[in-house]
RNA sequence: CGGGAUGUGGCUCAGUCUGGUAGAGCGCCGCGUUCGGGACGCGGAGACCGGAGGUUCAAAUCCUCUCAUCCCGACCA
């Protein structure tokens, strides 16, 4: 790779204004920063800058996948549409699969991701458990359409992905693969210079017993994330489990009969609690959901969230979706805001309760009837539920399933995912081996992604400041910026074009800035780029024979004496990769 | 898919309500003066105002349709 540019030459568009379409910090520092152009919604051209950093990305991304063992290759974008059906997703993957004809009337889709293109591979190839284990990747360009692409290249149409797919004779081989890859991917993000943290999520439709995300910790992300400040645990929000401390209840169980109170009208929690001056925590909130068709209630305490995908695992559920009015109508017999367990109309209908209402009594309740809610009603007494659950979202007064330790909540973007597959893909397509005994094997697999060019921009969510980004010199486009103020004075031109070949010399990745621009431009434009280290030659500097130095990160300055650079440089830039948490390479 | 907003030189915007034939700043080209945190002067190039249709003597401006882009939402009773 080309190590070395001269701006003055170089096609890096800076903006001094914001596009009027970005809104994210990313986005628009990677079109004022000349790195990304857009050209429709949601897909981008990379500019030289842009692709620099994508690819130093990749490559790190590439080391470490080699050094634990997987192999490259490099799959179709375009998948024939009958490869889908055998799976079964050409049915169900839905609008996010782009879907085309060729001349031949013939069906073809543009891959998301390529578990069938793969598997296929492997199925036609292997056909002894010699050839096992196999982890095969690419680092290649993905089409989702999304139903709504944002925040630049956080969420694009296109974007380029690492993807990964393991294949293992048994259940333990697998497991070995898939550790392979968390630890593979730790030391991946490691590298990058980015604070992460692995948690636990959730492994959605494809099952399986554990998957687990790898989140750029940044304020801006979607993402919640849980994370115990005593031991290793966290998770996304959407998995992490809520330990109810079982000594809670003292009340006896023994509070008056219900009965019903006039709630004129007062729909929301809110506005109940206004309404009879009590607390959040002392009623209970029913949702009603309609479940793969079926109706179930579900409650929680009026402070807490429900948490949908909680709620859709233990009922082993493959749609949930809020009830709508109408239904609302239809199970409970009134209008919506009014929904309580005490005498739900609609047969069969589910009911469950979060744990920790199981520990007091006294809750207030809607009544199932308009305008109308009950007051002392105890579940254990007055209903009949079918279970009680862990339903709702943790919060940072829960304490640390693991080691009861405490929890605090961040935002984090997901930038990597490993989960185990299983048999899903290899069993509907067939992908077998003959193992020891001659007997035929299904195959065990997992898949690993990693979002590149989505690591690029939460890079910069991460780090950045008022006048631009901050990168990491691990994928920063060069390491250094080197800032020749010559003006028009042709000794420090010279002294800087020195420099210049010095530090290449040194086999250090340099963004020469020798255009015939003021200072000022200069400056900005270097904070806007994001190097992290920015050396400043000017004339003054020279007759003095120092060069001036600032950590981008920082913003420290120092001198470095021209007379002893190479040192000086090597131990100045010690210090600056030691503050990004990284050593020398 | 629902809601909101915006399309006017490369970029950021004004002009639209109240129709009269397009403006500013930045950027760009030339010359000169400048040169350590986005300089200044003079001269210049660059837009059929997203597109189509309509109303009108006359449309960036009014009407209809359409395309594109952005934001919010598509779960908390």
């Given at each position: 790779m080309e190590n070395r540019m001269r701006l003055s030459k170089a096609y890096v568009p800076t903006l001094k204004e914001v596009p009027a379409e970005a809104e994210v910090v990313s986005h628009r520092l990677l079109l004022r920063g000349g790195f990304v152009r857009q050209l429709t919604r949601g897909i981008y051209t990379y500019l030289p800058l842009g692709l620099k950093t994508l690819n130093k990305v990749a490559d790190i991304v590439r080391q470490e996948m080699n050094r634990a063992g997987a192999q490259e290759i490099l799959m179709p974008m375009v998948q024939p549409g009958d490869l889908w059906a055998e799976t079964g997703r050409w049915e169900?993957?839905?609008?996010?699969?782009?879907r085309f004809k060729d001349r031949a009337d013939r069906d073809y889709c543009l891959g998301p991701t390529h578990e069938e293109v793969v598997t296929d591979l492997v199925r036609g190839e292997v056909r002894s458990y010699r050839q096992l284990p196999l982890n095969l990747y690419q680092i290649q360009t993905k089409f989702r359409d999304e139903i709504r692409p944002r925040f630049g290249l956080m969420r694009g149409r296109e974007f380029v992905m690492k993807d990964a797919y393991s294949f293992d004779r048994d259940e333990a081989g697998a497991d070995a693969s898939y550790r392979a890859m968390y630890d593979a991917y730790c030391a991946i993000f490691r590298r990058l210079g980015l604070e992460f943290r692995p948690v636990e999520a959730d492994t959605g439709s494809i099952g399986g017993n554990f998957s687990h995300e790898f989140m750029v910790l940044a304020d801006t992300g979607e993402d919640t994330i849980a994370t115990c400040q005593a031991c290793e645990y966290a998770a996304n929000l959407e998995k992490a489990e809520v330990v109810v401390?079982?000594?809670?209840?003292?009340?006896?169980?023994?509070?008056?009969a219900f009965s019903e109170i006039p709630t004129p009208a007062k729909h929301t929690v809110d506005e109940l609690c206004d309404f009879l001056g009590i607390e959040a925590d002392t009623l209970i909130k029913t949702l009603l959901f309609d479940v793969d068709g079926a109706p179930v209630a579900a409650m929680v305490r009026g402070d807490r969230e429900l948490n949908e995908i909680k709620l859709k695992n233990h009922l082993h559920a493959t749609d949930v979706k809020l009830a709508s009015p109408e239904q609302v109508v239809a199970w409970t017999g009134a209008p919506v805001g009014f929904a309580g367990p005490v005498g739900l109309k609609a047969a069969n209908i589910k009911i469950i309760a979060d744990r920790?209402?199981?520990?007091?009594?006294g809750w207030f309740t809607g009544a199932n009837k308009a305008d109308t809610h009950l007051k002392n009603v105890d579940l254990r007494r007055d209903v009949k539920l079918d279970a009680y659950a862990d339903l709702r979202n943790i919060t940072e007064a829960d304490r640390c399933p693991r080691c009861g330790g405490e929890v605090k909540l961040r935002k984090g973007i997901e930038v990597g995912h490993v989960f185990k597959l299983g048999l899903k893909y290899s069993q509907a397509m067939n992908a077998s081996f003959l193992d020891e005994n001659g007997k035929e094997q299904i195959m065990v697999m997992g898949c690993y992604g990693i979002g590149v060019s989505r690591i690029v921009a939460s890079a910069i969510e991460q780090n950045h400041d008022a006048d631009g980004i901050k990168f990491p010199p691990s994928i920063a486009p060069y390491e250094v910026a080197l800032l020749s103020l010559a003006g028009k004075d042709p000794e420090v031109a010279e002294a800087a074009d020195k420099l210049y070949a010095e530090l290449t010399g040194m086999g250090v990745e340099v963004l020469y800035d020798d255009r015939d621009e003021r200072p000022g431009s200069k400056f900005k434009d270097a904070d806007l780029m994001g190097m992290p280290m920015q050396l400043v030659l000017g004339g003054k500097g020279l007759k003095n024979g120092i060069i001036e130095a600032k950590d981008r990160r920082t913003g420290e300055k120092r001198e470095l004496k021209l007379a002893d650079f190479a040192g000086e440089f090597a131990s100045w830039r010690r210090t600056v990769r030691q503050g990004w948490g990284l050593g020398v390479e």
């Open positions: 169900f993957y839905g609008k996010e699969l782009l401390p079982v000594d809670k209840c003292d009340c006896g169980h023994d509070c008056p920790e209402l199981d520990f007091e009594c």
